[in-house]
Structures are given as structure tokens and as C-alpha cells.
């Protein structure tokens, strides 16, 4: 097995971006993610170099398992139309199997000219990032061998984040609320009020 190295992904669209905080939804120790739509044709190298790593895995599982066959685990990308979707993910916190001391870590954040991202940034869905990421060996009975993505850093070349709703409507004749100001009548029900809301 060579060495692992840090590749860096080619600029393409961030699906569901978790960067700034890690994922607890179905991991309580948390997990940074991102996966990236890049085009096929753009995506040939990192496709080619996913697949001889998953190769790799292969044969030094078969190897340990004393020539036992050894079942491909799933691809860490898929392929849809003309796109291919790249999953990178690191773990937020955890306990190093070797040393057994717990850890936390984050991803690097950087913008287009490689200065550090403040903490309050978030990025959105949308935004163009390039990712550094390892590929990763693995190997279990029950997924079989194969590789994951782990990403290291982000380098935010366009930016998306969110904006308020209200943006989406225009200005239109019609009900308009008086929110500030008291009722003109009176003797209007009354609504009950809600705690909810």
C-alpha cells in the first residue's frame, strides 16, 4: 500500500455542507461533510485515483485474510446523468485507536486567496469550494474493503450563504398588518394568543 497523500479536489458545487458545525444528527460525536457535484468530465482523475485505491484496499484485505475473497464496499461516490458526487467527511471527535487519548478536530477553512475563514462564516449549499482529502483504506466483514474521503481542508472559492425570506417576494397592493399600532376598532375579537409562535 503507497503512502497516503492529500489530494485536492478540482472547484465544484458544495451539496449539503456541514463546515463550520459538524453533523450530530446521526452521529452524536459529530462529523464535518460535504458532498461535491463535479461533471464527469471533470471528475475523470479523482474518479481513476478512487477506484486503484479501492483496488489497493482490495488486495491487502485479500492478503490479510490469507487469500480469502474479499467483497468491494461501497464506492464513496456516486454517478447521476452527467455528474459525479464525491462524499468527504471527518470525524469531529473520537478516541485514537492506537493512543487511546480522545480528540477533536475541525477542517481548515480558507477563502479564494488562502486567508483563514472567521468562525462565524457559514457556507451554504450552492458555494464552490475545493477540498484536500485523503483517501483512506479500510476494511470490515461486514462492508468489505474499500476507501473514504477524509477531508482535511476547504478552500471557499464563491460563497453562498443564507438570505431572509423576504427577499423572494415582491411588494404587492393588498393586506397589509398594523402590527405597531392598536386596532382601530375596539370592539374587534379578540384573538388568544399563542405561546407557540
Not at 450563504?161 to 386596532?183: A, M, R, V, Y
Request: aromatic share 8%.
Amino acid at each position: 500500500m503507497s503512502e497516503i497523500t492529500t489530494k485536492v479536489s478540482v472547484a465544484s458545487e458544495a451539496i449539503y455542507p456541514h463546515l463550520v458545525k459538524p453533523d450530530v444528527r446521526f452521529n452524536e460525536l459529530g462529523e464535518y461533510k460535504v458532498t461535491l457535484k463535479i461533471s464527469k468530465s471533470d471528475a475523470t482523475d479523482m474518479v481513476r485515483s478512487v477506484n486503484q485505491s479501492i483496488l489497493d484496499s482490495l488486495a491487502k484485505a485479500e492478503k490479510d485474510n490469507k487469500g480469502k475473497k474479499v467483497k468491494e464496499a461501497p464506492k464513496p461516490y456516486t454517478e447521476e446523468g452527467d455528474f459525479v458526487f464525491f462524499k468527504l467527511k471527518m470525524k469531529a471527535s473520537g478516541v485514537n485507536r492506537k493512543t487511546q487519548e480522545k480528540f477533536s478536530q475541525r477542517p481548515t477553512l480558507f477563502d479564494a486567496k488562502k486567508n483563514p475563514l472567521p468562525t462565524d462564516v457559514s457556507i451554504w449549499g450552492g458555494s464552490t469550494l475545493k477540498c484536500a482529502y485523503q483517501e483512506i483504506p479500510y476494511f470490515t466483514p461486514m462492508l468489505g474493503a474499500g476507501v473514504s474521503l477524509r477531508l482535511k481542508a476547504v478552500q471557499v472559492i464563491k460563497l453562498v450563504q443564507g438570505k431572509s425570506d423576504t427577499n423572494i417576494f415582491k411588494e404587492e397592493d393588498g393586506f397589509e398588518s398594523k402590527s405597531n399600532s392598536e386596532s382601530e376598532n375596539s370592539d374587534a375579537p379578540k384573538v388568544q394568543e399563542s405561546s407557540d409562535f
